[in-house]
């Protein structure tokens, strides 16, 4: 409906037609557009005033259109980008269709293969601390138990690691004297029973310590009692089973773990043995000059 | 193959009794029977591989139409293996003695033939909803199956439920239950009990 | 690795840790595929090829690659994808050469990429910390020791058919009670000495 059609609806002040669009349906006051007989005949009535009221009221009524009017724009545009957004996962799931089979399969998997590496990757940011301060505890606290005492504990590196041995650990007393330890591994009947050797500087064992094991519940786990690995206090290298001065008894009906046991014990006497044998070297060699 | 329709309800009773995944379906028995030597490990296991089976079924579900049909099953293992990956980093890292008692057999999750099967049968032309929830009703099943097994061989095997003594003070535990003969023979004595009700079950139905 | 190491590696897969009636890994197939002896062994012999392959092929993946860049955490998924891959390559070519084999294990084949035993033995090599040839013959071994165990299943279960069990028995709780009795004569084989 052109706003030239609706007789009266000039401004005589301005000559400019006033726009009439779709403005008087939105604001509620008007009478629907369908109904224009009304509306210029009430417009000139409204506007009928004193010649100041009417340019004041249609300034005002010109910036209210051209709102309204830029509202309805922004909408318009608002309905058409909804629309495309709407329309975009369609085309996507078009492209994706009609792709030749070995792109869809290289492309979805790898899709797939990113963001799991993605998650996993997060995943570990996450936990790899609490992982290591686990372990670090576990390793400190049997250190205490097979060396209490000490003043420090120090991780040597580069150390001669025979068989099951790890980590080869100095512990530092407060008289000045060096003591040892070594974290081993040996391959019991369930796994690794991860021990830490307490060995002093003469060459005999101060005690042993489970760090983690998980033998037999109730047979093999009895290697990892006090009672047990009480046997192996005083030993020397070449400890065994047997009837010997040097040797230990075994748990009956645990053999594996007790060998496997006796295994991480003689070689961490073994480690402990190598390394005095290479730094007393060295040390006397200072010493002597 | 629609979605089923089922009641919630339904599906649960489904998942714990009767289409219990290891009882009845007969799938995933390696890390039941490796497991169940202890209630703790068992109900770990059964946690584990519950989370897993979720989130994968969920996954896998959401990305239905948008997976290929022949790589399907290498899709599915690579979202399995994930979510396995993750639940094993979690538990190193915030539950490390279980983590060390379950060892080899989190990572074996991924190859736990209850996930791959869900993720085959159900999740692939099932919704979202649906699927998650099958996957907890399959994983609880799963759970107390494990349960049951591990009931039955910690108490027998090593005199304890939940390393809590409970047999009476003269009883010498049968280590045997706790190796590998006893789980053979519970889970057999198991199934063989599930079948005997479900035979019974289905004869009374029919009358 | 010197030859008694890998003698002592292989008798410790086959017999003393039997990878299926001790540790438990592969009882799917195994409960699964053995109810006949041809099928059981033409299982078997697949499943030694694919765990040789597999133990030396996530060998080099976790030795050359993962290790390196520090990726160990992405072993399992890393590890579950070569496997698949070389299952499928197997598949494809027992379809092409030996088509007969190919029709009678049918889907088992697909069900070897889900064996726990395949990817058991490949974390196993990592833990034990073997080398290239270790893990080939531990994987070998792992095979043979698999094969053993199902075709000595199978015969047992060709002879159950004709016997009389009482109806809850039927199917796999029968074949479960004799896996544990199998099991437990393979418990004998404890005292062999043979680890490192």
Redesign the interface.
């Known amino acids: 409906m052109s706003d030239f059609e609706r007789e009266g609806r000039f401004d005589e002040a301005s000559g400019i037609p006033e726009e009439v669009s779709e403005i008087p349906a939105e604001t509620p006051a008007d009478a629907p557009v369908d109904a224009p007989a009304d509306a210029p005949e009430s417009a000139p009535e409204d506007a009928g005033g004193t010649e100041e009221q009417s340019a004041e009221e249609t300034a005002a009524a010109e910036a209210a259109e051209a709102a309204a009017k830029a509202t309805a724009e922004r909408l318009a545009k608002k309905a058409a980008a909804r629309e495309k957004r709407r329309e975009l996962p369609r085309v996507l799931a078009g492209m994706f269709r009609n792709m030749p089979p070995s792109a869809k399969m290289a492309l979805s998997l790898f899709v797939i293969t990113s963001v799991s590496a993605a998650l996993l990757a997060a995943t570990h940011i996450l936990t790899e601390r609490p992982i290591s301060e686990h372990r670090q505890a576990a390793v400190e606290r049997a250190l205490a138990e097979v060396l209490p005492g000490r003043a420090g504990y120090a991780l040597i590196d580069g150390a001669e690691l025979p068989g099951s041995a790890r980590e080869l650990y100095a512990a530092y007393s407060y008289d000045g004297g060096e003591d040892y330890a070594v974290n081993v591994a040996p391959n019991g009947y369930g796994g690794e029973i991860e021990m830490m050797v307490g060995v002093d500087a003469g060459g005999s064992v101060t005690g042993v310590s489970i760090v983690s094991m998980t033998e037999t519940a109730g047979l093999g786990t009895k290697a990892g009692s006090p009672e047990f690995l009480g046997r192996f206090t005083g030993k020397r290298a070449g400890v065994s089973i047997g009837r010997g001065d040097n040797d230990i008894d075994a748990i009956a009906g645990a053999t594996i773990s007790s060998r496997a046991v006796t295994t991480g014990v003689s070689d961490a006497l073994a480690a402990v043995a190598a390394y005095t044998a290479s730094s007393y070297y060295y040390a006397e060699e200072g010493d002597g000059q | 193959m629609k979605s089923d329709l089922k009641s919630v309800g339904s599906r649960f009773s489904d998942g714990l009794i009767f289409q219990n995944p290891v009882t009845v379906l007969l799938l995933g028995m390696c890390p039941v029977m490796a497991v169940s030597v202890s209630v703790f490990n068992g109900i770990g296991m059964g946690l584990s591989a519950t989370f897993v089976l979720i989130f994968s079924n969920t996954v896998i579900s959401l990305l239905r139409k948008f997976i290929p049909e022949n790589v399907r099953i290498a899709a599915y293992i690579v979202v399995i293996a994930t979510f396995v990956t993750i639940v094993d980093m979690l538990l190193q890292a915030f539950f490390p003695q279980l983590s060390k008692s379950l060892g080899l057999f989190i990572p074996l999750i991924v190859v736990n033939c209850i996930i791959l099967a869900r993720a085959e049968a159900f999740a692939r032309v099932n919704g979202v909803f649906n699927s998650a929830l099958d996957g907890l009703a399959m994983g609880i099943g799963f759970t107390a199956a494990l349960i049951a097994m591990s009931v039955v061989r910690e108490a027998l095997g090593a005199g304890t439920l939940l390393g809590v003594p409970v047999m009476p003070p003269g009883f010498r535990p049968a280590l045997l239950m706790g190796l590998a003969p006893g789980g053979f023979i519970t889970l057999g004595f198991i199934i063989a009990a599930m079948q005997w009700a479900l035979n019974r079950r289905k004869r009374k139905g029919k009358l | 690795m010197n030859m008694t190491t890998l003698l002592s590696l292989s008798l410790g897969a086959i017999l003393v840790e039997n990878f299926v009636?001790?540790?438990?890994?592969?009882?799917?197939p195994f409960?699964g595929v053995s109810k006949k002896m041809d099928t059981a062994l033409g299982m078997g012999f697949s499943v030694v090829f694919v765990m040789t392959a597999a133990s030396a092929a996530t060998f080099c993946l976790n030795e050359y690659a993962l290790t390196p860049l520090g990726l160990g955490?992405?072993?399992?998924?890393a590890f579950?994808?070569v496997i698949?891959s070389l299952v499928q390559l197997v598949e494809m070519f027992l379809k092409k050469a030996v088509p007969a084999l190919y029709g009678a294990l049918g889907i088992y084949l697909?069900l070897i990429?889900?064996?726990?035993a395949v990817?058991?033995v490949a974390?196993?090599n990592t833990?034990?910390e073997l080398d290239l040839l270790g893990s080939s013959v531990y994987g070998a071994a792992a095979g043979i020791g698999f094969t053993l165990a199902i075709v000595l299943f199978a015969s047992v279960r060709e002879r159950l058919e004709f016997t009389d069990i009482?109806?809850?028995?039927?199917?796999?709780?029968?074949?479960?009670?004799t896996?544990?009795?199998l099991?437990?004569a393979?418990?004998g084989f404890?005292?062999l000495q043979v680890?490192?």
């Open positions: 009636l001790v540790k438990f890994l592969g009882i799917c409960l955490y992405m072993q399992t998924p579950i994808l698949a697909p990429t889900t064996n726990c990817l058991g974390i196993l833990q034990k009482p109806a809850a028995f039927e199917g796999f709780p029968i074949a479960l009670v896996a544990a009795l099991s437990m393979f418990m404890q005292g680890f490192k």
